[in-house]
């Protein structure tokens, strides 16, 4: 069948509809192959179901229309083009126009952003200009690159470039363009150890009087002792803070990602991972503080009227006409108040690291601090924090009692000799 009779006779139709799911549109798809195989997937727009129901049946149509060419580019392969004839495409190709567009379909656009920037931007630029075909990438090829960008970016950054051309190859093998994917004699950078910036107990004090009245006041409070990261602190809701039992249910969030020339804001009733959906204790200190606020956005509801955004209003980080925060406000603005306040310059997501050493100063366990922070794996908190872990030291220090017999501890009065 050449290609010419199956774009007459052997259209891919991908039909789609909305559902709601946590309060947020989801798109339901699905198609039939010409050989009756049937599949569907689920994908999330992000969007609140309220005020949102024309712009996500537009995110629909759009999806459709996508999946249907991918599709189609992926049948005409199968049919028309033998598997090994693929493998002369160049491999800055094969990242850019074959894989990218599969991979769309199938994650989130907040991940996709990161595959898209790091293909378009980086990796296919690259191998591109060395004329590197697909069939002919040796595991020196990508080692040779990984080498070249280390000595501009952290061996963090190539570990995503080193997960994209993973799975891209994996992908490459499964549909028979190539042999053998040589990531396996490929040697992944060594990441150097995270150190970041953490406030000090004193200073954590001095911060929270600083920005106190300032519109960065609710972030600097969600994030330092909540350790919340900038997307959870964006996307709390009034419906997640429950004033009777007295928690908060950190399930909703608010991130930006932009590719192909746009930028997006994604609302997800999804965390980052499982172990991000969690119950924290709201204390009473931060308690009367959302009160407070709570009552003030009430307020300007009533003074402002219909100018008032009633769909963005649902969520705590407000403006007084009801616009939610931008996440990239947070990033920003709060380097810029440290700076002009006289504090010492560190990130936003410094504060959440903050949280965590302050919570091992006062004696909590690295669990504790992996379910408060709610990371899916302690192995992350361990190796993020266990350098901070002070307690544990001091008690091994202290077990060392023998050093009392020497000479220091006599000098010191800890102690005599025989």
Known sequence: MNTTHLQEHQKIKVAGH????????????????????????SLSTGLSVKGNKKRAEGMLRDKCAELENVLMVELREKLAVAPGDMGNMLFADFMEHRWLPVIKTEIKLTTYGGYWLNVKSVIAPW???RGILLKNLTADNINDFYVEKLQGIKATSVHKYHANMHKALKWALQKGWIEHSVMAKVKRPKAERFVGKFLKQSEAVELFEAVKGHRLELGVILGAFYGLRRGEVVGLKWSA???????????????????????????????????????????PQFRAKLLELKQAQETYRKLCGNSYDKAEGQYVYVNQLGKRIKPGYLTTAFPEFLEKNGFRRMRYHDLRHSCASLLLAAGISLKQIQEWLGHSDFAITANTYAH?????????????????????????????GD
């Open 127 to 129: 191998f591109r200009e």
């Open 388 to 416: 901070l872990e002070f307690n544990s030291k001091l008690q091994s220090a202290n077990a060392m009692t023998w050093i009392e017999k020497t000479s220091l501890g006599k000098i010191s009065g800890g102690g005599g």
């Open 18 to 41: 909305l559902e709601e799911k946590r309060g947020i549109f989801q798109m339901a798809l699905s198609w039939k192959l010409p050989d009756g195989t049937r599949d569907r997937k």
């Open 241 to 283: 803070i429950n004033f009777e039992a007295n928690t908060v249910t950190i399930e909703h969030t608010v991130t930006t990602t932009r590719f192909e020339g746009k930028s997006y804001i994604i609302e997800d009733d999804t965390t980052k991972s499982k172990s991000s959906f969690r119950t924290l204790p709201l204390v």
